[in-house]
């Protein structure tokens, strides 16, 4: 009975070591599973005990599990020179953690798994006398912090000490093991190949080049398991669980060589994957990668993967090429590093782009293909260009951020024309705003057509080729054309490009290069020189600013003089080449003064100092000119600004401009005084064409104090080319009547009108007026707003005429006036008015002349307020159908509501004798 107990303890402790599988310890002890239990069950003494009973049984051949080295392990399994080294981890927890690491033992402090826990055949243990021998005495406790705390008794595991070993089981053999040959004279032993029956398994590997880069679909930025990772499809199910000791893993390939793997740096089998490093990718899991022992993999097919298990040796066949690799990356470069080997006999650097307008340098749409660390936009540090990582190792780029497309996702936020935009970037795309030598790493089927190479310098910086292309690329040649101007706000000369596929225009911009025929080139930034693609300025110091801030100068002000032949587009859609023959013409800052002047016929003074071998040519576009003795003549000018241009005649120096305006000192325009179809219209005298140029010259509009631009950004079009104005453009026209409107037109006299409803309204009110009229006199009396209303009631006969009896003596109101509330008034009407009375005290409506010769106009409208007496202007329909326009005095003066005559109105317009509008003496009728 004690000595199958004893079997059952060394089987047991075997089993835990890994290298029993679990149907194997029933197959050596028997059937009878209770002693089994009871056998693992033993106190340690009687292990002890047992074991030392049993000693004189360890004669002959044997087979123990022994502490082997990785180098040793492999010795004779691989074709190899370079030795599989021992794997060092940074995670002391995955080295303790037997499910990770099964069939491997470790140091003590856990930095390092030194090799495989391996089954060996010797001829007699004694051989094995100079190495530690354990049992399970000798088990020691380790807690691994994990998800949750295991502990295991694994008395090899944990057992740092190369070659030590424990006994199996007399009459246990296992099914993979290797031959103790000999024990040198050193003391170091020597292996056999692993022996065992090998299977063929069918099923499925594959691998993927994966250097620098995340793997794809996860929900976080996850890195590969090196520069090559292989995934083998069903592993678990197929070769082994993660409760089985894996001894070996060989890679062998066509060309004869063949790679041991060692578990935590190259083989994560709960998973089916296996990884190795080429010399690039540095760290793992926290393990420390070693490539030297795999660099000679590039180039080669791995025909077959081995693995040697505690369940047997295990081939799978593949024809997997590992290919060689090419690591691309989109990368933050400033500009200065990025043009440096770019432009040719220029090595003036190209500063970043500082701006004052921080919502362009935030929105992609204008700067797209840049980039900016400062998140308030205040400056455009370079550009987002693809580069190849010629760096050896990602050490260089460890302290760099690695963008994957998991990354925490940006969201900006911008105001452009009043109106706020929020955007949100994922992955690559918020490089955008990051930090200089940000990168993300391209996947193999995005090699970039274009790209620099990046190096590390002695001085540990990194450095950029000049841009390379692929075999068989280049730059393609475009049939867009391109002119030059210096009418531009976009500094001191615009180039326009024409014809560039919109695909081009509206991608990431990373260079544009103007070369000129010298040899010189020059390169250009986004906002202050490239604008919306095609639009390309160049400051030579003689327009200070760009976009609020000092511009950059110094890398273009010697293109002056100089032709530009060749334009360079280097965008996400591809390399461009543009042929060119564009003059940059010679400026030095000259300035011409012209002086304002009249329409019509007349001249102006010029003042002008020309550059030496400047061949003056005066032109004004629009206007018949001359020009002599420093005066500008002209004739039949038309009012509005022009523009002198001295051109030279030799074409070698930049056009020199000046504005001037010619006015005139009468306006051919007017308000039509139509509410319900406002319009500026012609003066019955005026010009069409005088009309037509002042409309066409409107500049402004001002409404009630705010000014409306009538034309460029934020512009507002109130009067319409027609003349026409939209009151329904509720935001100029807010409700709250009346309008005073200005319309400035370049070289008129402002025009200056009120827009309101020529109808009575609530604005109008006569409350706090009053002063009763005397009951029998028919003229109306001074009113004061001490004074109060006439109270009574109001009263219909059956013809429809309406009167007041007076609440004071009871008799009706007879040729008198009279301030009366009206109870008839409906919302938006005015409440009260003032009223009139007829010698047979009917309400009067229409024309009325007063005794003082004053002419007054009662609303004759049904609208609930009939009668009331109209103030301010009003179309009134005349005996021959047409309506009229007049005045009637809106002040309390002692004769409100009289209407005006042969004189100007309080608001600037002229009425004739019978109080009807005129302009130029013409009545304006409807």
């Known amino acids: 009975m004690k000595k199958q107990k004893t079997l059952a303890v060394l089987l047991s402790a075997a089993m835990v070591a890994g290298a029993i599988p679990t149907a194997a310890l029933a197959e050596v002890v028997g059937s009878n599973s209770d002693s089994g239990v009871k056998a693992a069950e033993l106190s340690e003494d009687q292990e002890i005990e047992e074991q030392n009973e049993n000693s004189e049984d360890e004669t002959g051949p044997r087979y123990v599990l022994m502490n082997v080295p990785y180098d040793e392990v492999y010795g004779k399994d691989i074709e190899n020179e370079t030795k599989v080294d021992a794997v060092s981890s940074a995670t002391k927890k995955k080295t303790k953690k037997k499910t990770v690491v099964n069939g491997t033992y470790h140091s003590n402090d856990g930095r390092e798994i030194k090799g495989a826990i391996i089954p060996v055949k010797v001829d007699n243990l004694s051989l094995l006398n100079g190495f530690k021998r354990v049992s399970a005495s000798n088990a020691e406790k380790v807690t691994v912090a994990s998800a949750s705390d295991s502990t295991y008794n694994d008395n090899l595991f944990d057992e740092e000490k190369d070659y030590t070993y424990a006994v199996l089981p007399n009459g246990y053999t296992p099914k993979v093991y290797k031959e103790l040959i000999e024990i040198d004279k050193n003391g170091k032993p020597e292996f056999s190949k692993f022996q065992g029956r090998e299977q063929e398994v069918d099923t499925t590997a594959t691998i993927v080049a994966c250097s620098g880069r995340y793997q794809p679909g996860k929900k976080e930025n996850k890195p590969y398991h090196g520069d090559y990772e292989i995934t083998i499809q069903d592993y678990q199910d197929l070769i082994a669980s993660s409760s089985n000791a894996v001894y070996e893993v060989v890679l062998d390939t066509k060309e004869g060589d063949s790679y041991g793997l060692r578990l935590l740096e190259n083989t994560f089998l709960r998973k089916g994957e296996l990884g190795f490093s080429t010399g690039f990718t540095t760290k793992s899991k926290g393990c420390t990668l070693n490539p030297n022992h795999y660099k000679s993999l590039i180039g080669k097919t791995i025909t077959g993967i081995r693995f040697v298990t505690e369940n047997g040796i295990f081939v799978i066949p593949t024809e997997l090429k590992v290919e060689e690799q090419e690591i691309y990356a989109l990368m933050n470069i400033p500009y200065d590093e990025l043009y440096k080997n770019d432009l040719k006999q220029n090595d003036i650097p190209v500063d970043a782009m500082t ?532 005045y009637f005095e809106e002040i309390s003066n002692g004769h409100r509501g009289a209407m005006y005559s042969g004189t100007t109105t309080p608001d600037g317009y002229t009425v004739d004798a019978d109080g009807a509008w005129t302009v130029n003496g013409i009545v304006v009728t409807r």
């Open 355 to 886: 701006s004052a307008t921080y919502q362009k340098t935030r929105t992609k749409s204008l700067s797209n293909g840049s980039y900016h660390k400062n998140s308030d936009g205040s400056k455009i540090d370079g550009v987002t260009f693809p580069v190849k990582l010629k760096v050896n190792s990602d050490e260089a780029l460890e302290k760099l951020t690695h963008v994957g497309d998991c990354s925490k996702e940006l969201t900006i936020t911008t105001t452009l024309r009043g109106k706020q935009q929020t955007n949100t970037y994922k992955g690559r795309d918020t490089l955008f705003e990051n930090g200089t030598y940000a990168y993300y790493v391209l996947s193999p089927e995005e090699k970039p057509d274009f790209y620099k190479e990046v190096t590390v310098g002695e001085d540990g910086k990194f450095e950029f080729s000049e841009t390379k292309f692929q075999d068989g690329k280049s730059a393609e040649k475009s049939k867009a054309t391109a002119e030059i101007t210096t009418k531009t706000t976009r500094g001191d000369y615009q180039i326009n490009v024409s014809g560039l596929d919109k695909s081009v225009t509206n991608s990431s911009i990373y260079e544009v290069i103007l070369e000129t025929k010298d040899g010189k080139s020059y390169g250009l930034r986004h906002l202050e020189n490239i604008w919306r693609g095609n639009e390309l300025g160049i400051y030579t110091g003689y327009t200070k600013e760009s976009h609020g801030v000092d511009a950059s100068v110094e890398p273009y002000k010697d293109i002056m003089g100089k032709t530009i032949d060749k334009i360079t587009y280097l965008t996400s859609a591809g390399a461009y080449e543009i042929d060119t023959d564009l003059y940059v013409p010679m400026k030095d800052g000259t300035q011409v003064e012209v002086a304002d002047g009249k329409s019509g016929n007349g001249s102006v003074a010029v003042t002008v100092k020309l550059p030496e071998r400047f061949d003056p040519e005066y032109q004004v576009t629009g206007l018949k000119t001359s020009f002599a003795d420093g005066a500008l003549t002209y004739t039949d000018a038309m009012p509005g600004k022009y523009t002198l241009t001295i051109s030279d005649k030799n074409e070698k120096w930049a056009d020199i401009e000046a504005d001037f305006v010619l006015s005139s000192d009468t306006n051919p325009a007017y308000y039509n005084r139509d509410y319900s179809a406002p319009a500026v219209i012609k003066k019955g005298s005026a010009d069409e064409a005088d009309f037509a140029n002042y409309l066409k010259n409107i500049t402004k509009v001002s409404v009630n104090g705010k000014e409306y631009a009538a034309s460029g950004k934020g512009a507002a079009v109130i009067v319409k080319s027609d003349g026409t104005i939209d009151l329904a453009n509720s935001s100029v026209f807010d409700g709250k009547e009346p309008y005073t409107v200005v319309v400035t037109s370049t070289g008129y006299p402002d025009l200056t009108f009120e827009i309101k409803q020529v109808t009575y309204d609530s604005s109008d009110s006569d409350s706090g007026e009053s002063g009763e009229p005397a009951g029998s006199s028919s003229k109306k009396k001074n009113t004061s707003a001490s004074d109060g209303m006439t109270a009574g009631s109001w009263s219909q006969d059956a013809a429809g005429n309406w009167y007041f009896k007076n609440a004071a003596n009871g008799k009706n109101l007879v040729s008198a006036w009279a301030h009366i509330e009206n109870p008839y008034a409906g919302a938006g009407q005015p409440k009260d008015s003032w009223f009139h009375f007829d010698a047979n005290g009917v309400m009067q409506t229409g024309w009325f002349k007063d005794s003082d010769g004053r002419w007054y106009f009662f609303n004759p409208v049904s609208d609930s307020t009939l009668g009331r007496m109209m103030t301010g202007w009003n179309w009134i329909k005349g005996n021959d159908g047409k309506l009229r326009c007049y």
